[in-house]
């Protein structure tokens, strides 16, 4: 399509929401049908991106007030009876909940197969869907209930246990499991980037840490510590040359991927206000 034929609009969905928490992290899945939220109420939850394209600008208009709220036990969107018109048909794909702290990250990986969430209970969740759409329709029960999901790797002090996603009864479209949740950090982690292969991922935390992943083996390949204060941000050279971190010390680092060595430390303030 020209940029000719192309037209811009800004909408403001009421349907997506966290039950009054704040959203913290967005992201579109690289074929632009999806998109995915992490909120401070704990939860990853994946919309179709299908209805915004089916907005009427007119209800919006109508909505002066906050998004309406949902029942705070379902975690789903509000029904018809919220308010003057029913949420749209498959708004939210499925919905996750098993990170123990408010979801401060949320990313698909390139390949767009998987989904990393990362969160103030000091994990990163890797998520896969199951299935193509024609198999979960097949396995869903008689009573419409989509197959419950199993952690992949091992929990931590034993909070967290392997079981069914509660949310997934009520019949969403897509059911994503857990993959594996990946353990390192000793405080929140802040942010996470993927590499182009969508083999590996980074995360960053408030204990001043990097650490990079192997998201096929679950395990540990490096952990970057030469940091002065809390990393908050990371990028991934889309050459898979370099990786970036940004810190509260003022100090942009450059890491090279090959060996995981600083390259370069690019000092962006003369000194840092905690």
């Known amino acids: 399509m020209s940029?000719?034929?192309?037209?811009s609009?800004?909408?403001?969905?009421?349907?997506?929401?966290?039950?009054?928490?704040?959203?913290?992290?967005?992201?579109?899945?690289?074929?632009?049908?999806?998109?995915?939220?992490?909120?401070?109420?704990?939860?990853?939850?994946?919309?179709?991106?299908?209805?915004?394209?089916?907005?009427?600008?007119?209800?919006?208009?109508?909505r002066d007030g906050p998004a309406p709220s949902a029942s705070k036990s379902s975690g789903a969107p509000a029904s018809a009876g919220d308010t003057d018109e029913p949420v749209p048909e498959r708004s939210l794909l499925c919905c996750m909940d098993n990170h123990n702290g408010?979801?401060?990250?949320?990313?698909f990986c390139p390949a767009g197969s998987m989904i990393a969430s990362a969160s103030d209970d000091r994990?990163?969740?890797?998520?896969?869907?199951?299935?193509?759409?024609?198999?979960?329709?097949?396995?869903a029960n008689a009573n419409g209930a989509l197959p419950s999901s199993s952690f992949a790797s091992s929990e931590r002090n034993g909070e967290r246990e392997s079981g069914r996603n509660p949310f997934r009864d009520r019949g969403h479209p897509e059911d994503w499991y857990c993959h594996g949740v990946l353990?390192?950090?000793?405080?929140?982690?802040?942010?996470?980037?993927w590499a182009p292969d969508s083999l590996r991922l980074a995360s960053c935390s408030v204990d001043n840490n990097v650490v990079i992943w192997d998201v096929a083996?679950?395990?540990?390949?490096?952990?970057?510590?030469?940091?002065?204060?809390?990393?908050?941000?990371l990028s991934w050279d889309p050459l898979d040359k370099f990786l970036t971190t940004q810190t509260a010390d003022g100090v942009m680092r450059v890491w090279r991927t090959s060996d995981w060595k600083l390259e370069k430390e690019v000092c962006a303030v003369p000194y840092c206000l905690f």
């Open 9 to 62: 609009m800004l909408v403001r969905p009421w349907w997506v929401h966290h039950t009054g928490h704040p959203i913290n992290s967005i992201d579109v899945d690289p074929t632009g049908s999806r998109f995915v939220t992490g909120g401070g109420d704990k939860l990853v939850k994946i919309w179709d991106v299908d209805p915004l394209f089916h907005f009427n600008p007119a209800s919006q208009n109508a």
């Open 123 to 139: 994990s990163v969740i890797l998520w896969k869907m199951r299935g193509p759409p024609a198999a979960r329709s097949a396995n």
């Open 217 to 233: 083996r679950i395990e540990r390949l490096a952990v970057l510590s030469d940091h002065n204060g809390w990393v908050k941000g």
């Open 3 to 7: 940029s000719a034929n192309r037209e």
């Open 102 to 107: 408010a979801v401060n990250c949320v990313r």
């Open 183 to 193: 353990l390192h950090h000793s405080n929140n982690v802040e942010d996470v980037a």
